[in-house]
Structure formats: C-alpha cells, structure tokens
C-alpha cells in the first residue's frame, strides 16, 4: 500500500513569511508525528497526535509553530514569520498506535533565505 | 534528559565484518527501537525490542537491551555496501515523547 507522503519535497522561502507542510499518513495510522531534523542529527520530535487530538505538542520550538489534523488523517505543520534557524527537513511518521514501529515519509527540506 | 547518545559517531569498516553500535540513555524506557536512514532519505525501521526483553534478532540484525545499565546495543553481522547509512536509536517512554539518539554514521569499505 501507499507510504507516508509528505508535500512538498523541498520549500524555500523568505525570512518572515508564513509555510505550510502537508503529511499523509498511511490509511489507518492514528499516530502521527512531526520531527525536523538538521544535518548530522538526529530527528527532533515536535508534536505527537493521536487521532485529531494533539497528545503532545512540547517539542514544538515556540509559538510561531502549529500543527493540526482536523479529521484525523492529514496532518499540517504551519510557521509563522519565518526565520533562518527554522531551515531543516521536517518529517512527518505515522503508526498504527503509539509505542508501535513508525514509518516515515521522505520529509520536507525548508529553506528559508 | 532522557536523550539517546549513540557511539560511535562514525564507523568504518571493511566488507564482510560485523559493525557494532551502541545506545545509552538515561530514564525508563517502555521500549526501544532503532532506524536506519540512508544518506538523503526518510528512516527506515529496523527493530523494536521491548524493556521487558533482552536479546531480539532479525536477519543479520541482532538488538541487546540491559535496562539497568540503560543501554542498547545494534550488531550487524556480514556487513555489505548496502548497509552504509546513518543508524539511529529512538527511545519509547511511557509518555508518548519519542527521543532519537545523534546517530552512527555506518561506511563500508568494499
């Protein structure tokens, strides 16, 4: 079956602007995870859903970041004023529960100039 | 900080040998898992092993938790060029906060 998708595979963007990355996750999961990751790292957990619910949004960096997952499928990560240090993949995983094995989508490369 | 730390950081070694990496952490776990993420790509699960269990094996893959040291172990055996990838532990509390550890970057030699 399909995998995790994630839209789109590369952004760039200017400092102080608004982005969004779209996951779909795969038909049934409901876990789904937000991480971004910085070259040489490993990912960096920011926010955990469980169903439409947001189970656990502290690894989210600030207030600038938001995520939702209205209908319990299709997940959005949204950023407000850009800045330089937001530049990362993000990656969205999802599962079929929590504590179960994630499958990951290929991530977002964010740049912002 | 319930942070994986990963060593090596790097790992090279020749075609045909085994590779051993390892993760320590610092709270309790309800299991621990590790990906592998080839250069470029999403990660890949690889094995899950359970804080109740000590030994799983999968392939050529072989995972050893001890709890009360807080450490995990990934043994590949036979390794191939395929295998070259960063390996990465990721730690499953009882919050549902998963932390991954800062990676071995595995090369191998043909």
């Known amino acids: 079956g399909a995998g995790v998708s994630q839209t789109p595979s590369n952004k760039v963007t200017e400092k102080g602007k608004y982005v969004e990355l779209r996951c779909d996750p795969i038909s049934g999961h409901t876990a789904l995870y937000w991480y971004r990751q910085s070259l040489g790292q490993g990912p960096e957990f920011l926010i955990y859903f469980q169903g439409t619910g947001a189970a656990d949004d502290s690894g989210l960096p600030n207030d600038r970041f938001f995520a939702v997952r209205p209908e319990g499928s299709v997940s959005t990560l949204k950023i407000q004023r850009t800045e330089r240090g937001d530049s990362a993949v993000y990656l969205c995983?999802?599962?079929?529960?929590?504590?179960?094995?994630?499958?990951f989508g290929p991530g977002t490369r964010l740049t912002v100039t | 900080s319930q942070q994986g730390e990963e060593d090596p950081q790097a790992l090279s070694i020749q075609e045909g040998e085994n590779a051993t990496m390892n993760c320590s952490y610092k709270t309790s776990i309800n299991n621990l898992q590790w990906y592998r993420q080839n250069s470029g790509r999403g990660l890949v699960h690889l094995i899950l092993?359970?804080?109740?269990?000590r030994e799983k094996h999968s392939g050529r893959l072989r995972v050893t938790l001890d709890t009360s040291k807080k450490s995990s172990s990934l043994l590949i055996t036979a390794s191939r060029a395929a295998d070259t990838a960063s390996y990465f532990c990721?730690?499953?509390?009882?919050?549902?906060?998963?932390?991954f550890g800062s990676g071995t970057r595995l090369s191998i030699r043909p």
């Open positions: 092993i359970r804080s109740n269990e």
């Open positions: 990721a730690l499953y509390s009882s919050a549902s906060k998963i932390i």
């Open positions: 995983a999802s599962s079929l529960t929590s504590q179960y094995e994630q499958y």
